[in-house]
């Protein structure tokens, strides 16, 4: 597999350091509110990515953090008269309800900031100790970025360029405008934590360095996470990180492109900004991990109605198809004929398809394209006599290859499938017994579900409107 490297800028073959095991290190959300559509996509993205290695037979070991303290975190807990515990609760609880419904598995650790202040401390002892972080008169420790000669490497722009749009905030007392705090000194009203340079509380870039160190070791796989944290985000990460333990941060960093809305920058001030609980509610969970997937990972997407409405077309084709093939495992019999077997042998090409967009920089948009040729193939062979083998062939080889992507999710749910079909039956007994007005009022009743049934040879099929 090849991925695209944004420190070398180039697409690189995968060659873990430990064979057979790779260690991913995300960048969480900051929970203050509800998560919005913009993240949504490395949540879907890298949640692709781990399926991917694990498909291919990797164990993965998938880190994703919590910021549970930030200035945003405390204002929000100013304006709601609460703490920052409870604030922050309240949107992993919400964070996690929205990633369950985009299908994306939780972390192998879900790490919180507050929860490793003692390995946060430890690194930037080590770093004070070494000369490359200092504590200011105000309490606050900075990070001195002209110590780290490779400052500015994983955006590609040297110091001096980056030193030119600096300034110093009121507050602050820099030795250089470039440099950035991993700790903070406390301020009346604030959470705080004690610490060798006073309580405080740490700065936003370190507790990543920390828990990256913690779960994965010094130097890890890959790290991930969207465009906007290159820097200064995932730049600070690697200047103190690297200084700290004096090996590689990660060996691999992807970073997955913007979203747009109507093809404007999402903003609170353009009035465009949507969470994914809004969005989800007017095109369901599914339309939007499926926008997410459907082009490049790093490139530029565009949300808008119309596109979420294609998104839905395209996941009602892909549902059809495999009701059609649950339909017939169900009511089918026998096993695979010759003709059925050819079929399924060239039907299998699609297996290596997949893989060789997948392996191309994690393709998800070719991936798509193959996942709706076969399913085309399916709709074109399969019908009311394939046999019941052939129809299971074909529905593993498609959940096979959706499952990792992660597009479908169980067919219908348990408590309706079973109303839908007891309602079914009632109503097919009814027409055999003549009593149509009973067989029509059980239609409305379904139809006001919003199920539609189709009668067939081999009996009642039915969907979701």
Same mark, same amino acid.
């Given at each position: 597999?090849?991925?695209?490297?944004?420190? %070398?800028?180039?697409?690189?073959?995968?060659? %873990?350091?430990?064979?057979?095991?790779?260690?991913?290190?995300?960048?969480? $959300?900051?929970?203050?509110?509800?998560?919005?559509?913009?993240?949504?996509?490395? @949540? =879907?993205? #890298?949640?692709?990515?781990?399926?991917?290695?694990? !498909?291919?037979? !990797?164990?993965?070991?998938?880190?994703?953090?919590?910021?549970?303290?930030?200035?945003?975190? +405390?204002?929000? @807990?100013?304006?709601?008269?609460?703490?920052?515990? %409870?604030?922050? *609760?309240?949107?992993?609880?919400?964070?996690?309800?929205?990633?369950?419904?985009?299908?994306?598995?939780?972390?192998?650790?879900?790490?919180?900031?507050?929860?490793?202040?003692?390995?946060?401390?430890? +690194? +930037?002892? /080590?770093?004070?100790?070494?000369? !490359? @972080?200092?504590?200011?008169?105000?309490?606050?420790?900075?990070?001195?970025?002209?110590?780290?000669?490779?400052?500015?490497?994983?955006?590609?722009?040297?110091?001096?360029?980056?030193?030119?749009? @600096?300034?110093?905030?009121?507050?602050?007392?820099?030795?250089? $405008?470039?440099?950035?705090?991993?700790?903070?000194?406390?301020?009346?009203?604030? $959470?705080?934590?004690?610490?060798?340079?006073?309580?405080?509380?740490?700065?936003?870039?370190?507790?990543?360095?920390?828990?990256?160190?913690?779960?994965?070791?010094?130097?890890?796989?890959?790290?991930?996470?969207?465009?906007?944290?290159?820097?200064?985000?995932?730049?600070?990460?690697?200047?103190?990180? *690297?200084?700290?333990?004096?090996?590689? #941060?990660?060996?691999?960093?992807?970073?997955?492109?913007?979203?747009?809305?109507?093809?404007?920058?999402? /903003?609170?001030?353009?009035?465009?900004?949507?969470?994914?609980?809004?969005?989800?509610?007017? !095109?369901?969970?599914?339309?939007?991990?499926?926008?997410?997937?459907? /082009?490049?990972?790093?490139?530029?997407?565009?949300? /808008?109605?119309?596109?979420?409405?294609? =998104?839905?077309?395209?996941?009602?084709?892909?549902?059809? =198809?495999?009701?059609?093939?649950?339909?017939?495992?169900?009511?089918?019999?026998?096993?695979?004929?010759?003709?059925?077997?050819?079929?399924?042998?060239?039907?299998?090409?699609?297996?290596?398809?997949?893989?060789?967009?997948?392996?191309?920089?994690?393709?998800?948009?070719?991936?798509?394209?193959?996942?709706?040729?076969?399913?085309?193939?399916?709709? %074109?062979?399969?019908?009311?006599?394939?046999?019941?083998? #052939?129809?299971?062939?074909?529905?593993?080889?498609?959940?096979?290859?959706?499952?990792?992507?992660?597009?479908?999710?169980?067919?219908?749910?348990?408590?309706?499938?079973?109303?839908?079909?007891?309602?079914?039956?009632?109503?097919?007994?009814?027409?055999?017994?003549?009593?149509?007005?009973?067989?029509?009022?059980?239609?409305?009743?379904?139809? *006001?579900?919003?199920?539609?049934?189709?009668?067939? $040879?081999?009996?009642?099929?039915?969907?979701?409107?």
């Amino acid at each position: 597999m090849k991925i695209y490297n944004t420190m %070398t800028r180039k697409k690189e073959e995968l060659v %873990t350091l430990k064979p057979g095991v790779v260690n991913i290190y995300a960048c969480g $959300p900051t929970v203050y509110n509800y998560i919005h559509i913009g993240n949504s996509r490395p @949540a =879907c993205v #890298f949640d692709v990515l781990r399926r991917y290695l694990e !498909y291919k037979g !990797y164990k993965v070991n998938f880190v994703q953090n919590f910021t549970d303290i930030d200035d945003k975190i +405390i204002k929000r @807990a100013t304006e709601e008269n609460t703490d920052y515990i %409870t604030v922050a *609760e309240k949107y992993i609880k919400e964070y996690k309800t929205d990633a369950q419904g985009l299908n994306v598995r939780e972390a192998t650790v879900h790490p919180r900031a507050t929860e490793n202040i003692d390995e946060i401390i430890d +690194i +930037i002892k /080590s770093l004070v100790e070494k000369g !490359y @972080a200092y504590r200011a008169e105000n309490g606050d420790v900075y990070f001195r970025t002209n110590k780290f000669s490779e400052y500015g490497k994983l955006s590609h722009q040297p110091l001096e360029d980056l030193e030119a749009g @600096a300034r110093i905030m009121i507050g602050e007392m820099k030795e250089n $405008p470039m440099d950035f705090a991993v700790w903070k000194a406390a301020k009346p009203g604030e $959470p705080m934590w004690e610490s060798p340079w006073g309580n405080g509380r740490p700065g936003w870039h370190i507790e990543c360095s920390a828990m990256a160190r913690k779960y994965l070791g010094e130097t890890i796989d890959i790290h991930c996470g969207g465009q906007d944290l290159i820097f200064p985000h995932h730049e600070n990460e690697i200047a103190q990180s *690297e200084c700290c333990n004096g090996v590689p #941060f990660a060996r691999y960093w992807m970073h997955n492109g913007y979203i747009n809305v109507d093809n404007r920058k999402m /903003s609170k001030s353009l009035n465009n900004f949507f969470t994914v609980r809004d969005v989800a509610g007017v !095109y369901g969970y599914e339309a939007i991990r499926y926008l997410m997937l459907a /082009s490049h990972y790093r490139s530029p997407i565009n949300y /808008s109605t119309d596109i979420m409405e294609q =998104c839905k077309s395209a996941l009602e084709r892909l549902y059809n =198809c495999r009701e059609n093939l649950s339909f017939i495992i169900e009511n089918s019999a026998g096993e695979i004929m010759p003709d059925e077997q050819k079929v399924l042998e060239e039907m299998s090409r699609h297996r290596e398809r997949f893989s060789n967009a997948m392996d191309d920089d994690l393709n998800t948009a070719d991936a798509l394209s193959v996942i709706f040729d076969l399913t085309r193939e399916i709709n %074109t062979n399969i019908n009311d006599k394939s046999s019941k083998e #052939f129809a299971e062939k074909c529905a593993e080889l498609f959940d096979e290859l959706t499952g990792v992507l992660g597009i479908i999710k169980s067919e219908k749910t348990d408590s309706l499938e079973q109303e839908v079909e007891d309602l079914i039956s009632k109503r097919t007994q009814a027409r055999k017994d003549r009593d149509f007005a009973t067989a029509d009022m059980i239609r409305d009743k379904l139809k *006001e579900m919003n199920i539609i049934l189709e009668d067939t $040879p081999m009996g009642v099929k039915w969907h979701k409107a």
